[in-house]
């Protein structure tokens, strides 16, 4: 079974900082990989798809990158409105999610 | 505009069932694969199910393949879960989510607001 390794599983910085989430795939799934962002009580959002397209009208603050097994989630410059939890999930092997990340402000 | 719009979450009983829809519109219905992901309470995300947009395709996690099964019904724009032998542990906000593409296998660009399942007696 496909195994989806997030990490850190929480963070804490400051408006400003820039952010960095990873995700490793436990097999090769190539680029088949969004990332989401969930705010407290509401529907996930897609922000990434195909490990680095960012969805029309996503801010460019948000990138992603990596191929294979890993890779990278990255939050520019982190504004307060940011403040959620991102999920990565691959669509290689049919479907399945990282555990989550929760960022939060210093 | 995607308009997605879960109904059917209720309190059941252990071992009873369940009939979750979800009313799409706002895109092409038949175009593309749609699932249902699950979120229990202060947990992850995790995928329950998918069908492509034919509806021929249908696919399942290991945690739900037997109990439950998904289905389409293009004539009204439905996409339903229909879950039976319910446990505890299926306690949780079902979303339904669309893909980008007919394939199952793809991104969820857009999602529903989600509805509540509880399983206790």
């Known amino acids: 079974d496909m195994q989806m390794t997030q990490s850190p599983p929480s963070l804490s910085a400051s408006v400003g900082d820039r952010v960095t989430i990873t995700c490793q795939a436990s097999?090769?799934?190539?680029?088949?990989l969004s990332w989401y962002q969930q705010k407290s009580g509401k529907a996930p959002k897609l922000l990434i798809y195909?490990?680095?397209k960012l969805k029309t009208g996503v801010p460019s603050r948000f990138s992603g990158s990596g191929s294979g097994t890993d890779f990278t989630f990255t939050i520019s410059s982190l504004q307060p409105e940011d403040i959620a939890t991102y999920y990565c999930q691959q669509y290689d092997d049919l479907l399945s999610f990282g555990g989550g990340t929760k960022v939060e402000i210093k | 505009e995607v308009q997605l719009v879960e109904s059917g979450g209720d309190l059941v009983q252990p071992g009873g069932s369940l009939r979750l829809s979800c009313a799409a519109s706002?895109?092409?219905?038949?175009?593309?694969?749609m699932s249902w992901v699950r979120q229990a309470p202060g947990k992850g995300l995790e995928w329950v199910s998918a069908?492509?947009?034919?509806?021929?395709?249908?696919f399942y996690a290991d945690s739900v393949r037997g109990r439950f099964t998904i289905s389409r019904d293009k004539s009204t724009n439905t996409l339903y879960l229909h879950m039976d032998s319910l446990r505890a542990e299926d306690t949780a906000v079902y979303y339904c989510?669309?893909?980008?593409?007919?394939?199952?296998?793809?991104?969820?660009?857009?999602w529903g607001q989600g509805t509540l399942v509880t399983v206790s007696s």
């Open positions: 097999q090769d799934i190539r680029n088949s």
């Open positions: 706002g895109f092409t219905f038949s175009n593309y694969a």
């Open positions: 069908i492509s947009g034919g509806g021929i395709g249908t």
């Open positions: 989510a669309k893909t980008s593409w007919a394939m199952a296998r793809g991104p969820f660009d857009s």
């Open positions: 195909d490990a680095s």
